[in-house]
Each structure stands twice: as structure tokens, then as C-alpha cells.
């Protein structure tokens, strides 16, 4: 079977071990790498030489000093045997082949002065064909050495100018990013401007609305005041007799009776719905019943109905005079609103309203 003959270059690949690392291993420890072939760039090496070539690697990667591979080698490998073809074989041929001349070109000297001349013939021409074998095999070696080196020095330019090849395209994806948001960024400052914009018209609409609802109603107020003037004056125009008369506020009377107190409108609702004036006044008249004598009387005064009540029993005389206007509250409903009251000529505090609310409540409720 043909035996497999690997150069440097092969080896380091197999391998993965720089080209200028092997060709140092080859140079450092030749004695113990076999190898085959007469020198310089006919050296061969055998598959097994791939053995020595990785244990130099491992030893050297656990921080192994040179002797200590030497010697682990010569334990290991011992000395390689010499290539076959080398600087021994051809000085002993050239030495042959010397000797063979010189006796054909001497035949009549004397074998002593013979055998002495071709020994030295010999001895010279064999140490200069192994200076010379030995100079050019070295010369061989340095040269695949600088092959393997300049090889190893362009893969490592080739790696340079891809490493730069992509600084260069991330440079540039770099830049097309930065601009890119800054466009974007421009874009969301034109956006929140719009925004902002928009926002101030927002603004000035909704208090535009406000001032507008407010001209409204003062607008409304002004109205009700004006109808409420118009009512007060066509009842006066329809005769003061009917005052006299006792005529009543038929409008106010269907309203619910509240009382404004702390911003907002009290009432008096019970299972029969609210509790308006004409229920107020029926508990009024009830007095009647009770053997008293009850006079009512209303009068309209600018926007407001007063009544004036006057209940003699035996020799007591109440008097009860009240100011009841028709306002609309913020929920837009029509309610008749207790301005003020009087007992006896006396103007009758908040507090008391609010026990007369909380008595008619528990009268009306049940």
C-alpha cells in the first residue's frame, strides 16, 4: 500500500496550527519528526509525523519550555531516522565513482601511490558534497519557511482588509441609522408641535364655550326676570281688587317648595312625589279645622308672590308672612323657591326653615 507524504502547509491545516508555528516546530525538533526525501522543498513527512506535530502543540499550550518538549519527545518518539537519499548516500556515490575513474586513468602507477591518491580524491569531494547538501537543504527549509510565512502574513492581510471591509459597512449602516432617527426625531418634535397647536385651539375653544354659556345665562336670567316682571305686572293690571280678593299664584302653587341653603336646593319629596306650595298651604288651612279662624292672602311684589297668613283662635293672633319666588335650578327644573318668612314680624333664621323643612317631612312622609 502507497504510504500518504504530507507537506508543511497540508499539516497545518489538518491540524489548525498556523503555518509559521510548524514550520518552528520543523526547525526547533527535527530530530525527532521523521520525515522523507533528500531535502529543501522534496521534503516530505509521513501521516505519522502528524502524531509528533500535535503533541509538540498540546505540550506547548500547557506552557511547556522547549527542553521540556526535547525531552518529552525523546522519551516519547526517540531520535527519527535519517530520510533516505540524503548527503551520506550521495557522497558515497560521488566517492565510487571517483575511485572508478582514477584506477582506469592509472593502470601502470603504483597500487600503493593508487590507493592513497583515490582516498583522498574521496575524502574531499564526499565532506564538500555534504557541506553543500547540507547548505542547500537549509536554504530549502528557509525558503519554505518564508512561503509558509508570507502565506500566513496574506491571510492575515486578507483578514485585515475583510475586518476593515466591515468596519466600513458598519460605519456606514452607523450613519444611515443616526440619520434615520434623526429624522425620525424631527418627524415627533413636528408631530408634538402639531399637537401643541391643536392643544391651544382646544384651549381657546372650550373658554370661548365657557364665556358664550356664561352670556347665556346671564341671557336666561335676564328672561326669566323680564317674564316674571311681565306676570307681576299684567297681575297688577288686572286689577288690584283681585289682590284684595285674595287671588292665588296659580303657577307657584304645582311647584315643589324648597329653600336655598349651602349652594344647593332643599326640598321635600315623599311617596306622592314632591312637596309643593299648594301642599303648604293646605297645611295651613288645616288650622281651620282645629277651630281657628285662618285668613290667607297673596300679593304680587316685582318678581316674588307674598303670602300673608293670619290664624286667630279665642284671643291669640299668629301672623305668618312668606316671599316665594318660581326659579329654575341648574338641572333645569321650575321649583318655587322660599326667599324669606316672618312669625309674628320677625324674619325667621336659616335654622328655623331648616326644622320647618325637617317637620314638614316627617308630616308629609307619613
Same mark, same amino acid.
Given at each position: #500500500? ?6 508543511l502547509r497540508e499539516?497545518?491545516r ?12 520543523k526547525?526547533?525538533f527535527?530530530?525527532?519528526i ?8 522534496r521534503?516530505?513527512y ?10 509538540i502543540r498540546?505540550m506547548?499550550?500547557?506552557?511547556? /519550555?522547549s527542553e521540556?518538549?526535547?525531552q518529552e ?11 533516505g537519499?540524503?548527503?551520506?548516500g ?5 566517492? &565510487?565513482?571517483?575511485?572508478r ?17 583515490a582516498?583522498a580524491? #574521496? ?15 537549509? #536554504?530549502s527549509?528557509?525558503l ?5 510565512f ?8 486578507g483578514?485585515?482588509r ?12 452607523g450613519a444611515?441609522?443616526?440619520?434615520r ?5 424631527? &418627524? ?19 373658554d ?11 341671557e336666561r ?12 305686572g299684567?297681575?297688577?293690571a288686572a286689577?288690584?281688587a283681585?289682590s284684595?280678593?285674595?287671588a292665588?299664584p296659580?303657577?307657584?302653587?304645582g311647584?315643589p317648595?324648597?329653600i ?11 311617596p ?25 292672602r297673596?300679593?304680587?311684589r ?8 293670619r ?12 316671599s316665594?319666588?318660581? /326659579?329654575?335650578t ?10 324669606? #318668612? ?7 333664621p336659616d335654622r328655623?326653615l ?9 308630616e308629609?312622609?307619613?
Amino acid at each position: #500500500m502507497t504510504r500518504e507524504f504530507l507537506s508543511l502547509r497540508e499539516i497545518a491545516r489538518r491540524l489548525n496550527i498556523p503555518p509559521s508555528s510548524v514550520a518552528y516546530y520543523k526547525d526547533r525538533f527535527s530530530a525527532h519528526i521523521p520525515k522523507h526525501g533528500a531535502g529543501g522543498r522534496r521534503v516530505r513527512y509521513p501521516a505519522e509525523a502528524l502524531a509528533v506535530f500535535r503533541e509538540i502543540r498540546q505540550m506547548f499550550d500547557r506552557n511547556w /519550555t522547549s527542553e521540556q518538549v526535547e525531552q518529552e519527545l525523546a522519551a516519547s518518539f526517540g531520535a527519527a531516522e535519517p530520510p533516505g537519499g540524503g548527503a551520506g548516500g550521495l557522497a558515497g556515490g560521488v566517492a &565510487a565513482g571517483v575511485w572508478r575513474r582514477g584506477r582506469r586513468a592509472g593502470d601502470d602507477a603504483r597500487p600503493g601511490a593508487r590507493s592513497d591518491a583515490a582516498g583522498a580524491g #574521496m575524502g574531499g569531494l564526499g565532506g564538500l558534497n555534504a557541506g553543500l547538501d547540507g547548505l542547500l537543504e537549509r #536554504m530549502s527549509g528557509l525558503l519554505e519557511s518564508q512561503a509558509l510565512f508570507r502565506a500566513e502574513i496574506d491571510g492575515l492581510r486578507g483578514e485585515l482588509r475583510a475586518l476593515r471591509e466591515e468596519r466600513d459597512r458598519a460605519v456606514e449602516r452607523g450613519a444611515e441609522e443616526v440619520a434615520r432617527l434623526h429624522g425620525d426625531l424631527e &418627524a415627533a418634535r413636528r408631530e408634538l408641535d402639531g399637537l401643541r397647536s391643536e392643544l391651544d385651539a382646544t384651549r381657546s375653544e372650550r373658554d370661548g364655550l365657557a364665556r358664550e354659556r356664561e352670556a347665556l345665562c346671564r341671557e336666561r336670567e335676564a328672561l326669566l326676570s323680564e317674564r316674571d316682571e311681565l306676570r307681576a305686572g299684567a297681575a297688577g293690571a288686572a286689577g288690584g281688587a283681585a289682590s284684595r280678593a285674595g287671588a292665588e299664584p296659580h303657577a307657584l302653587l304645582g311647584l315643589p317648595l324648597v329653600i336655598f341653603k349651602d349652594g344647593g336646593y332643599l326640598g321635600v319629596s315623599g311617596p306622592k312625589g314632591h312637596f309643593c306650595l299648594r301642599d303648604f298651604v293646605g297645611l295651613l288651612e288645616r288650622r281651620r279645622s282645629q277651630g281657628a279662624e285662618v285668613v290667607l292672602r297673596w300679593s304680587a311684589r316685582g318678581g316674588s308672590w307674598e303670602l300673608a297668613v293670619r290664624a286667630t283662635e279665642g284671643e291669640q293672633v299668629r301672623e305668618l308672612e312668606l316671599s316665594v319666588r318660581e /326659579t329654575v335650578t341648574p338641572s333645569n327644573n321650575r321649583v318655587a323657591r322660599l326667599e324669606r #318668612m316672618a312669625v309674628d314680624g320677625r324674619e325667621a333664621p336659616d335654622r328655623y326653615l331648616l326644622l320647618l323643612f325637617r317637620k314638614i317631612r316627617e308630616e308629609f312622609e307619613s
